[in-house]
């Protein structure tokens, strides 16, 4: 029996012709139009993957390569193959295809908000989000996961940090407070950078790795350079499954509730910095002479810097 594409199947099995169904948005149409051009072509695997594309556009939006590769009972290889063989770059670009069409725009700028909200109820939803958001992470963090976090950094000869985009802010912040409190530490927000920097690498060092989404291709080379490379890993990521967690030997997990698609990160910053805070602080206890030695050593420096 000759098999059709689930677009196809849902175009005669959809109630849409007594009018009650609205019709894809043209922009989904070009991603499941590809989708049934191509599924003559494809394998088991690929026509597997198409199909919960297709049956479950909202939900795909919202997932990371790595969820939709276990979903499926595919690989996250197979699954960025697939996208482009659609015409894609990669995974995210359809995700934002999508997303474009089923969301309303006004999420790109933030999930909670409605176009007909003023300035006073924009700044409710946003403060609970973020408020909502430090609470949810703090139930999250692993304690033990944090204190080996601790123990590495406090043991490492060298430490990195790795952060692209939005993340980079978070690395360079991280950095600045490493070296206030005596660390040898040094930071790299350059995808060239970071790749030869974590090559480099080797055991004694330890990498810190921030990034939300975990599927960034530059920061998760890098922290895969560094790992083959013998170096100790920390991430600090979303929860949820993303490839950089291969890699990775102590994970931090956040709970920002943000959308996946939107480049700009809102409310995870909050909860990245917030893990930030806790790590330096618990760095500084851990040898709390030193760090109480070199916080007045460096003030007084930059006491220089004011008039």
């Not at 894609?88 to 089923?102: D, M, P, S, V, Y």
């Not at 006004?106 to 909200?117: G, K, N, T």
């Not at 976090?149 to 407070?177: F, M, N, P, Q, W």
Request: with cysteine.
């Amino acid at each position: 029996m000759k098999q059709h594409s689930p677009r196809t199947k849902s175009r005669k099995n959809a109630p849409g012709s007594a009018g009650t169904t609205a019709a894809p948005a043209p922009q989904m149409f070009a991603v499941l139009a590809r989708i049934e051009t191509v599924w003559p072509s494809l394998g088991p695997v690929g026509q597997r993957i198409a199909a919960f594309i297709v049956s479950n556009p909202q939900e795909v939006v919202h997932m990371s390569v790595s969820e939709v590769a276990e979903r499926t009972g595919s690989s996250e290889g197979s699954i960025v193959g697939f996208c482009k063989n659609l015409g894609a770059t990669g995974f995210q670009q359809i995700k934002i295809a999508l997303a474009q069409e089923t969301v309303q725009p006004v999420q790109f700028i933030h999930e909670d908000l409605e176009p007909s909200d003023d300035v006073d109820l924009a700044i409710r939803k946003i403060f609970q989000s973020n408020v909502q958001t430090l609470h949810d992470t703090q139930a999250a963090l692993d304690v033990r996961a944090m204190q080996k976090a601790v123990d590495l950094l406090r043991k490492a000869r060298r430490i990195e940090i790795y952060g692209i985009g939005s993340a980079a802010t978070i690395a360079e912040d991280a950095h600045y407070r490493m070296l206030r409190i005596g660390l040898d530490v040094k930071v790299a927000v350059d995808s060239h950078v970071q790749a030869i920097s974590a090559s480099l690498t080797g055991p004694g060092v330890v990498t810190l790795t921030i990034s939300h989404s975990g599927s960034t291709h530059e920061t998760v080379t890098a922290t895969r350079l560094a790992k083959e490379a013998g170096a100790s890993t920390i991430c600090i990521t979303n929860f949820g499954k993303s490839p950089i967690q291969a890699f990775c030997d102590v994970l931090l997990f956040t709970m920002a509730r943000e959308t996946n698609f939107r480049t700009e990160a809102m409310t995870s910053r909050l909860a990245q910095l917030a893990i930030i805070d806790v790590l330096i602080a618990c760095l500084a206890l851990s040898d709390y002479e030193k760090s109480v030695k070199t916080l007045r050593q460096t003030f007084d420096v930059l006491s220089l810097k004011r008039y």
